[in-house]
């Protein structure tokens, strides 16, 4: 949404909580609002996961350049319910709809009623599914714009294939047979649904006419599979999961649908980093993205242009907490084909640090992810010139660093009252929403 490093932004070591005061700093223009001001785009909306904040009406997506929300603000939540937050597996995976999420989670009571339209709670989707929520809202935006005069931005950031894993009756049939573990079986199915659902929305491009050059659609996961899922959620050949600075964590494929614009069937194995998406959006958009973005323009590369520019370093992450939810290694860059990761990582003045850079023990891992994706063979201990060059860009590349969102100082302050959350249907007073209302 930014085209900036996490660690610019104070979100590379923790997730948003219910609870936690903070969310992506306000004075960061996000995407919607870019194509507005530089590309003269007209309705924008969003429908499903937001996780950028909450903790009051600034941070909603209705202040972050979004026309309409519709969605959950936080992490996951059941399916049928919207009750939020939980990771484990319903009790009936097959049939969630009165499933409610069970506390707590790491520690705390995080459950609270999570759909809300624009600023309220909407509590009528209550018994829908999510997946089908997002889809039927996708289909109507694009009917009700579809004769607009100017270009609309729609994101749908599903809750498929994210924690818990549930799936309609009729994906599951297609896998039941199949010799592999039954939460395999779940998955495959809980994708199927979300297949089914894109489908819908590219029928609706067509059946609207606007399936062709004007329209671009692209797909992309946020992060590889957590551990918890077992052999449902495998990232093999890559190592490590969600919340990990190795491949496995955070090496995700993606396409880019732009009929006459990309050649169909056409394949890149070169570096398109998650901020690439707003420079490189906007650039389809015939406009320029503001100075000072850490994402590279990639739409030459997509569109197959002959020596397109393309990107040759990034940030994986940089977390300077000895805590946080983000785990070890907590820094890695990757330069060329060559990726440097650092169990630890320290900023000066941040977690009571007196220096900037990757500590030394436990020693950094260097791996050449192009020849080695597994990360396998570390070529740290061989080659201490190469593990000294990347520690210099990786020292080049922390500056500037904010200070990470946590609990405790300098985030820690007053959650109370929340003057912009709306009633709760009860009329008993603010609807805070990391209150429970079971």
């Known amino acids: ?131 089908h929520l997002i889809r039927d809202l996708a ?129 890149t194995a070169d570096y398109v980093h998650v901020t690439d998406w707003v420079p490189t959006l906007l650039s389809a958009a015939g406009a320029q993205a503001p100075r000072g973005l850490d994402g590279q323009n990639a739409w030459p590369l997509l569109q197959g242009v002959v020596g397109a520019p393309t990107r040759h370093e990034f940030v994986v992450n940089m977390n300077p907490l000895s805590g946080g939810q983000f785990g070890a290694p907590r820094a890695a860059v990757v330069h060329g084909h060559l990726k440097l990761l650092c169990m630890a990582f320290t900023v000066k003045g941040i977690d009571g640090a007196n220096s900037t850079g990757c500590q030394l023990w436990p020693p950094p891992f260097l791996f050449n992810i192009t020849a080695d994706p597994s990360e396998t063979h570390n070529l740290a201990p061989a080659c201490p010139d190469l593990v000294h060059h990347l520690l210099t860009r990786m020292l080049a590349l922390a500056t500037p660093c904010v200070e990470p969102m946590q609990w405790t100082a300098p985030y820690q302050g007053p959650l109370y009252p929340c003057a912009a959350c709306p009633l709760h249907p009860s009329g008993t007073g603010p609807f805070l929403p990391w209150t429970s209302w079971l």
């Not at 809980?190 to 609207?208: E, F, K, M, P, S």
Request: a neutral charge.
């Open 1 to 131: 949404m930014t085209g900036l490093y996490t660690h610019r932004l104070g979100t590379q070591s923790n997730v948003i909580y219910w609870d936690t005061p903070w969310a992506v700093p306000e004075h960061h223009r996000f995407l919607p609002e870019l194509l507005k001001t530089h590309a003269g785009y007209g309705a924008t909306a969003m429908f499903g996961k937001w996780h950028l904040g909450m903790y009051r009406e600034a941070a909603f997506p209705t202040s972050r350049g979004f026309d309409v929300f519709q969605g959950f603000m936080q992490g996951g939540g059941s399916h049928g319910t919207h009750v939020s937050a939980c990771v484990g597996p319903p009790p009936n995976p097959l049939s969630d709809a009165t499933y409610v999420c069970p506390g707590p989670v790491l520690g705390k009571d995080y459950r609270g009623y999570d759909w809300f339209q624009n600023t309220q709670p909407l509590f009528a989707a209550n018994g829908t599914t999510t997946t």
């Open 139 to 267: 289909v109507q935006f694009i009917h009700a714009h579809s004769k607009d005069a100017s270009p609309f931005f729609l994101a749908l950031p599903f809750q498929n294939v994210h924690e818990p894993i549930a799936c309609s009756q009729a994906a599951y049939a297609l896998f039941q047979d199949l010799s592999i573990p039954e939460s395999a079986k779940l998955l495959y199915g809980y994708l199927w649904d979300l297949d089914a659902a894109v489908g819908a929305v590219v029928q609706a491009l067509r059946d609207t006419g606007l399936y062709g050059p004007a329209t671009m659609i692209v797909f992309a996961s946020d992060n590889g599979a957590p551990p918890e899922l077992g052999a449902g959620g495998r990232n093999w050949p890559l190592s490590g999961f969600k919340s990990q600075t190795w491949e496995g964590g955070v090496r995700v494929p993606a396409f880019v649908l732009a009929p006459g614009r990309v050649p169909p069937g056409s394949r």
